[in-house]
């Protein structure tokens, strides 16, 4: 509830802007309701099947499927669940966190649940889908596979390194 | 043709999971509204920036911060706004995708996008008390590096 008094404060802003530029440069203010037109047009046309599909992901991958999942799975196919669950997952990377953590408590190795942060940071399904959209296949597709080494190095290097001994340690 | 494959894959896994399980597809549109309802102001809000930015901001000087000719420091500029910023990914992209139209690095773009999503540092302290202080500050280091790497890659092979 707290943030949306913020965002109305820029619209309301915007709207201001708006309204000055339309009086003293009305072909700039045309030109940028063209601009957001065209925008908020590709937006429209790709949003539905998008929130029908988050949708979909939140109700039949619920979190307790994941930590379950994740728990027990070890070696190559501990790497493939997390990567999975990691794209199923919908939300910001702090939703993944709590479930990071119980997921260590639970036994999951340091390497997998980085790569699960990791994952549910970067790459979510309908995220690609919109990346494709708005920066091309090319771009994508080329960032997707790029940033897959790069997770299991960086989970790689964490994990070689130990690096959870503060806090978890002691829960273990 | 890509939006249109979209939309069947979305009307087909829907369709299979009504008849496999009706409330819990039928809860899953509240989840898509719920969902639709925290993202439509923000939607709206930087849909209209873009067409600011778009419409007020000069090409050059898009193409001197962000684009080839700032070269590697533009790269890093965009890597580190991306690392501070949190905004959720599908509101970034249209505006990382304008950004490129008009003329910014493909490496800027590819740094941008790719902190914005794996490095956090306003969620940092959240992170450490989770993990451990040590696991959060190598885990978005080493992050940042590899994003400034793959945006490097990405912007030799996509020209």
């Known amino acids: 509830m707290k943030k949306v008094p913020k965002v109305l404060f820029f619209l309301i802003g915007l709207l201001v802007a708006q309204l000055l530029l339309a009086f003293y440069y009305p072909l700039r203010a045309r030109e940028i309701l063209l601009t957001s037109k065209t925008y908020l047009l590709e937006m429209l046309s790709i949003l539905p099947p998008i929130l029908i599909l988050v949708g979909l992901f939140e109700v039949w991958v619920p979190k307790s499927v994941i930590t379950r999942l994740l728990g027990i799975a070890s070696g190559w196919k501990g790497v493939a669940v997390a990567v999975l669950t990691g794209t199923a997952g919908m939300g910001p990377l702090y939703v993944a966190f709590p479930i990071g953590v119980s997921l260590l408590n639970k036994g999951a190795s340091l390497f997998n649940v980085a790569i699960f942060l990791c994952v549910w940071a970067s790459i979510k399904i309908p995220m690609v889908l919109f990346e494709v959209k708005f920066l091309g296949a090319e771009f994508a597709l080329l960032r997707l596979a790029l940033t897959v080494p790069a997770i299991l190095l960086i989970a790689a290097l964490l994990n070689t390194f130990r690096l959870n001994t503060s806090r978890i340690q002691g829960n273990l | ?159």
């Not at chain 2, 087909?12 to 597809?25: D, G, P, S």
């Not at chain 2, 309802?37 to 873009?50: D, F, G, K, V, Y």
């Not at chain 2, 793959?150 to 912007?155: D, S, T």
Request: glycine share 6%; hydrophobic share 65%; charged share 10%.
């Open chain 2, 1 to 159: 043709m890509f939006v249109w494959l979209i939309w069947a894959a979305a009307a087909l896994a829907f369709t299979f999971c009504f008849f496999k399980n009706r409330e819990k597809t039928a809860s899953s549109l509240r989840v898509s509204l719920k969902f639709l309802r925290s993202m439509a102001l923000p939607t709206l809000l930087i849909i209209w920036t873009i067409g600011f930015v778009l419409g007020l901001l000069p090409t050059e000087v898009i193409s001197r911060t962000i684009g080839r000719e700032a070269g590697f420091m533009g790269v890093a500029l965009a890597a580190v706004v991306g690392s501070i910023v949190l905004i959720q990914a599908f509101i970034a992209f249209p505006l990382a995708g304008s950004l490129l139209r008009e003329g910014a690095n493909v490496s800027a773009v590819a740094a941008f996008v790719t902190t914005l999503v794996m490095v956090g540092i306003v969620t940092l302290p959240l992170e450490a008390k989770c993990f451990g202080k040590k696991f959060a500050f190598w885990r978005n280091f080493l992050s940042f590096l590899f994003a400034l790497m793959i945006a490097l890659i990405m912007g030799a092979v996509l020209k």
